[in-house]
């Protein structure tokens, strides 16, 4: 299952206490990554990049499957499976690349290498990715079409959090208030007519949408772009 938690914040604002905080997000994760814990930090133009990633091993058990992943120029955290992995590696093997393990999170990396975010429309599966990517300073992230795999977002105080539950979240200290609207939406009325794919039941905590790249700037602009949509005809 894998767990992924992150901040993206100003440098000025880097302190020993942020990076405890991320441990704290991090461990929260623990049940859903028993194999393993690994850091990355960065920075990118204006902003420093931490993710902590608690590891499910499936895909490749070695430490070659190890994320944070650094290879073909990004590091990468995935969370979920790519299905269609074995026809990508293939297909980006005829294109010279070269691979050190059998973990999708490379076949990943080597895909963001050679189409840049418009992969997302090449990926079959079930997945919550981050991409670091500092040649061009910036991060990526992609969720899955139907949102099967989550990822949670907050700013507070000049600082961005992510992870994979918000209970990782609530681990930073931060306080979480309830919205009471988006409670009694779900519990007054019909509860799928009041869900929202990228509501929760507290203030400020939103999931990235579905189907959706967002992409962050060196300077912190914060982009999305929709790469599928259901067909419903």
């Known amino acids: 299952m894998c767990g992924i938690a992150g901040y993206i914040a100003p440098r000025a604002s880097a302190n020993q206490e942020r990076a405890e905080?991320?441990?704290?997000?991090?461990?929260?994760?623990?049940?859903?990554?028993?194999?393993?814990?690994?850091?990355?930090?960065?920075?990118?133009g204006d902003r420093e990049v931490g993710?902590?990633?608690?590891?499910?091993?499936?895909?490749?058990?070695?430490?070659?499957?190890r994320q944070p992943m650094t290879a073909h120029g990004v590091t990468i955290v995935?969370?979920?499976?790519?299905?269609?992995?074995?026809?990508?590696r293939s297909e980006l093997a005829g294109y010279g690349y070269q691979?050190?393990?059998r973990s999708d999170a490379e076949v990943i990396a080597a895909?963001?290498?050679?189409?840049?975010?418009?992969?997302?429309?090449?990926?079959?599966?079930i997945f919550a990715i981050a991409i670091v990517d500092q040649t061009h300073e910036r991060l990526v992230f992609i969720r899955d079409p139907f949102g099967v795999k989550t990822l949670y977002w907050v700013s507070r105080g000049g600082s961005t959090w992510f992870?994979?539950?918000?209970?990782?979240?609530?681990?930073?200290?931060?306080?979480?208030?309830?919205?009471?609207?988006?409670?009694?939406?779900?519990?007054?009325?019909?509860?799928?007519?009041?869900?929202s794919p990228t509501g929760t039941f507290?203030?400020?905590?939103?999931?990235?949408p579905p189907a959706t790249?967002?992409?962050?700037?060196?300077?912190?602009?914060?982009?999305?772009?929709?790469?599928?949509?259901?067909?419903?005809?």
């Open 163 to 195: 992870a994979s539950e918000v209970k990782a979240i609530a681990a930073l200290g931060m306080p979480l208030e309830p919205d009471l609207a988006a409670i009694a939406r779900v519990m007054l009325t019909d509860p799928y007519a009041g869900a």
């Open 21 to 44: 905080g991320l441990r704290r997000a991090t461990a929260a994760l623990a049940h859903r990554g028993p194999d393993d814990e690994a850091y990355f930090d960065a920075v990118i």
């Open 99 to 101: 691979f050190q393990s």
């Open 51 to 65: 993710i902590g990633f608690r590891r499910l091993a499936i895909q490749d058990i070695s430490l070659a499957g």
């Open 202 to 208: 507290f203030n400020g905590v939103n999931a990235i």
């Open 78 to 88: 995935l969370n979920g499976e790519i299905y269609n992995a074995p026809e990508l």
């Open 111 to 125: 895909a963001y290498a050679r189409w840049g975010d418009t992969l997302a429309e090449r990926l079959r599966g």
């Open 213 to 233: 790249v967002r992409t962050v700037t060196a300077s912190g602009t914060v982009r999305d772009r929709a790469y599928y949509t259901l067909d419903a005809s």
